[in-house]
Structure formats: C-alpha cells, structure tokens
C-alpha cells in the first residue's frame, strides 16, 4: 500500500534505427574579466536609548492588550450565543410539550 508501482517501460517490438553520432566541439573558456560587483553603503547599527526600549516595551504591552480584549469579546459574544440558543431551545421545547 506504501510502496509506489513504477511503471515498467515496454521493450521495442519494431525495428529501430541506430542513435544519430554527434560530433564533438571545443569550448574555449572566456578570458574576459567579470564586471566589479557594486559596493554597498555600509548600514548603521541600530542603537538602543532607554527611551527606545521603554517606547518598544509600551507598545508590545499595548499590543498583547488589545489582542487580549478582541479575544476575550469573541469569547463573551460565543457564551452569550450558546446561552441564547439553550433558553430559545427550552422555551420551544416547553411550547410543544403543553400541546
């Protein structure tokens, strides 16, 4: 079941003509020099003050807050969702069962 099935070519039954010879050609290498690649500006370090790190921290903190709210909304809005679905199920329920 795991192994895969290779096809089996199927030999000739014809007859066929010989491969065609090919005939062989020199390379003579290029002995022209490559372009020089163009140098690239050297970028500047990133430098860490306490007021970047502080900015990075706050936004990070800010960040995982909002993601945090938006989460525990669905959350709540799933809940009040299921709790409405059971009550309107219960209400049907008791409606058919008086009849």
Do not use: H, N, Y
């Amino acid at each position: 079941m795991f192994r895969p099935k290779v096809p089996t070519m199927p030999q000739p039954t014809d007859l066929t003509t010989p491969p065609a010879v090919a005939e062989l050609t020199t390379i003579t290498p290029d002995t022209s020099a490559p372009p020089p690649a163009p140098a690239t500006p050297a970028r500047p370090a990133v430098q860490l003050t306490p007021g970047t790190v502080l900015a990075l921290v706050g936004g990070g903190t800010a960040v995982v807050l909002v993601v945090g709210a938006v989460l525990v909304s669905m959350l709540l809005a799933v809940a009040l969702t299921a709790a409405s679905v059971a009550v309107c199920a219960l209400t049907v329920r008791s409606v058919i069962a008086r009849r």
